[in-house]
């Protein structure tokens, strides 16, 4: 990291921290976990936005969507040029430079196990520079859609934290209006009900009906991201895992609920867990290593790589500090050309 560039300081990691626990949350509602006033903390989060250095987007649930990872091996010099193709797609959420032969990794998303094939087989484009490439559609996903900073304590999170209502009388199938709602979002996931129902040509009363809903029967989600190199978090691993059939799933929600964690999902494969965690430092990764080793002995750490470049994260285009610069929204329901 260049030494002129500052890290964000400790109020707005709590700010964002406090987003990261209740996304939509009204600023009179923080104030009083974060002892400033409403006026304070709405321009601190205007600053934070402006400068790429969070934001709020929505996420589809793991049981609204399918999944896969993708890894490609690039010519010589190309990687982040193909990453960055790869980050125009909307139904690509995130993307990477790693070292390692599979240079680039991507994220892949669709709302049915057939259109994520038809995605993977049919319609990706690829890249020119791609020489070889391999994917792996997920049989499990156990972490890192939503995560924390942990930089508030207990006391500050349950005043922040939303209660969880009374799940919906009625469960629908995730339709048209759904979708619309949900794409309505992508740019920033804490737009007013009023902006929301404007573009939608409905009522805000409508819309917070309508979220409400999709919220408690668990079809979508929101997170508050923010450039991590600016909060601590310097770089990142890829890390694929081969675990005994038995023990998939528990190891995988074992990892999931690490706050390194940032995506861990099942594969079929003779490698068949994925893990990208964030690193605090280089020496991170070891200590993370022996971890895996002392908690899941059942776990063999069969490849490592560094991520060197995030390229998108969850429809973000970012710069090398994890700042935001332009918003590809995620539209699992796109189909790339």
């Known amino acids: 990291m260049d030494s002129d560039t500052q890290l964000l300081n400790e109020t707005d990691l709590a700010l964002v921290d406090a987003l990261q626990v209740n996304p939509r949350a009204s600023w009179t509602s923080l104030a009083e976990a974060l002892d400033l006033a409403p006026v304070t903390l709405a321009r601190r989060w205007q600053h934070l936005v402006e400068s790429g250095s969070a934001w709020v987007t929505v996420a589809l649930s793991n049981s609204a969507m399918r999944g896969a990872l993708l890894e490609l091996t690039c010519r010589p010099g190309t990687a982040e040029r193909v990453a960055l193709a790869l980050a125009e797609l909307p139904n690509v959420s995130t993307v990477g430079v790693t070292t390692g032969e599979f ?27 791609v020489v070889n490439a391999r994917s792996y559609v997920y049989s499990g996903l156990f972490g890192g859609v939503v995560w924390r900073l942990g930089v508030m304590n207990r006391a500050q999170t349950e005043l922040v934290r939303e209660p969880a209502g009374p799940a919906p009388e009625q469960i629908r199938p995730f339709g048209p209006a759904d979708r619309a709602l949900f794409l309505a979002l992508g740019h920033d996931g804490r737009r007013p009900y009023t902006e929301l129902a404007a573009e939608l040509g ?57 706050p390194e964690t940032r995506h861990c999902a099942a594969v079929p494969g003779p490698a068949n867990l ?55 929204p995620v539209d699992p329901w796109a189909t790339p050309s």
Not at 281 to 290: C, E, N
Not at 315 to 327: C, K, M, Q, W
């Open 274 to 328: 994925s893990l990208i965690v964030s690193l605090r430092s280089l020496d991170h990764l070891g200590k993370l290593l022996t971890r895996i080793a002392v908690d899941c002995p059942e776990a063999a750490v069969v490849d490592r790589r560094i991520v060197l470049r995030q390229v998108k994260v969850h429809g973000r285009i970012v710069d090398e500090l994890g700042r935001s610069t332009r918003v590809v």
């Open 103 to 129: 240079g680039v990794f991507a994220l892949v998303l669709a709302p049915t196990l057939p259109a994520i094939a038809e995605v993977l087989v049919r319609t990706l484009p690829m890249p020119p520079d």
């Open 202 to 258: 409905t009522s805000p009363q409508a819309v917070k009906r309508r979220l409400d809903r999709l919220r408690r029967h668990g079809d979508i989600t929101f997170r508050c991201d923010v450039a991590r190199p600016l909060a601590g978090w310097e770089s990142m691993a890829l890390l694929w895992l081969a675990v005994p059939d038995l023990h998939v799933r528990e190891t995988g929600r074992r990892l999931g609920a690490w």
